[in-house]
T-cell receptor
Framework: GENVEQHPSTLSVQEGDSAVIKCTYS??????FPWYKQELGKRPQLIID?????GEKKDQRIAVTLNKTAKHFSLHITETQPEDSAVYFC???????????FGDGTTLTVKP | KAGVTQTPRYLIKTRGQQVTLSCSPI?????VSWYQQTPGQGLQFLFE???????NKGNFPGRFSGRQFSNSRSEMNVSTLELGDSALYLC?????????????FGPGTRLTVL
C-alpha cells in the first residue's frame, strides 16, 4: 500500500521567514496530493492541493511543488505569520480510492 | 452549504463497551471516509463508504465496523472497547471520488476509553 513520509516533524521559524515541509510517497499511481492545516482542537482544513499533471501550484503565500519522478512534493509558506502556527499534514491518494494516506504531520511554530 | 457534522462531539466509555459514532456529509457528497487520529499514529484510515457500500478498508480489527445509509449519512461502530481506542475519530466527505479526491473533514468525535 501507499506510504507517505513527512519531514520535518517540527519546524520553528521567525515571523516573515519562509517555511518548507517535504513529503515523499511510494505508490507511483497516486495522483492527488492535498495539504491540510490543523489548528489545536480543530478539524483538518484543506489549504492547497496539486494533481499529478501539474508541477507547481500557488495560492497567495502558499505554494506546492510536485516531482513525480522522485515521488516527492513540498509545501512552501512565504512571509510566515503567527497565525500560520499549526500542524500541517500532507497526503496522497488515487482517483477512485476514497482514501488518503497521510504523513505524520509537521508542527510549525512561527515566532513573532 | 453546511459542513460535515459529527455526533456526538465527546464520548467517555469504559473498556468492553461498544460505541456508535455518526457522520453527516456535506449535502450532495456521496463518499464518506473515517479516520482515527492519535498523537502517536497520526491520521489512520479506517474505511470508506460510497453509495452504501464499503469500498476501502484500512488495517483495523473487525471490532471496527461501519455503514452508510441511503442519504449518505454514515455510522461507525466500535465493539469491545480497549484503552487504545481512545482517539479523535474524524469523518471526511467527498463529492464523487471517481472524479474528485477532495475530502472535507468534520469536527471529529473525541472518544475516551477508561
Amino acid at each position: 500500500g501507499e506510504n507517505v513520509e513527512q519531514h520535518p516533524s517540527t519546524l520553528s521559524v521567525q515571523e516573515g521567514d519562509s517555511a518548507v515541509i517535504k513529503c515523499t510517497y511510494s505508490d507511483s499511481a497516486s495522483n492527488y496530493f492535498p495539504w491540510y492545516k490543523q489548528e489545536l482542537g480543530k478539524r483538518p482544513q484543506l489549504i492547497i492541493d496539486i494533481r499529478s499533471n501539474v508541477g507547481e501550484k500557488k495560492d497567495q503565500r502558499i505554494a506546492v511543488t510536485l516531482n513525480k519522478t522522485a515521488k516527492h512534493f513540498s509545501l512552501h509558506i512565504t512571509e510566515t505569520q503567527p497565525e500560520d502556527s499549526a500542524v500541517y499534514f500532507c497526503a496522497a491518494s488515487k482517483t477512485n480510492a476514497g482514501k488518503s494516506t497521510f504523513g505524520d504531520g509537521t508542527t510549525l511554530t512561527v515566532k513573532p | 452549504k453546511a459542513g460535515v457534522t459529527q455526533t456526538p462531539r465527546y464520548l467517555i466509555k469504559t473498556r468492553g463497551q461498544q460505541v456508535t459514532l455518526s457522520c453527516s456529509p456535506i449535502s450532495g457528497h456521496r463518499s464518506v471516509s473515517w479516520y482515527q487520529q492519535t498523537p502517536g499514529q497520526g491520521l489512520q484510515f479506517l474505511f470508506e463508504y460510497f453509495s452504501e457500500t464499503q469500498r476501502n478498508k484500512g488495517n483495523f480489527p473487525g471490532r471496527f465496523s461501519g455503514r452508510q445509509f441511503s442519504n449518505s449519512r454514515s455510522e461507525m461502530n466500535v465493539s469491545t472497547l480497549e484503552l487504545g481506542d481512545s482517539a479523535l475519530y474524524l469523518c471526511a466527505s467527498s463529492p464523487d471520488p471517481n472524479i474528485h479526491n477532495e475530502q472535507f473533514f468534520g469536527p471529529g468525535t473525541r472518544l475516551t476509553v477508561l
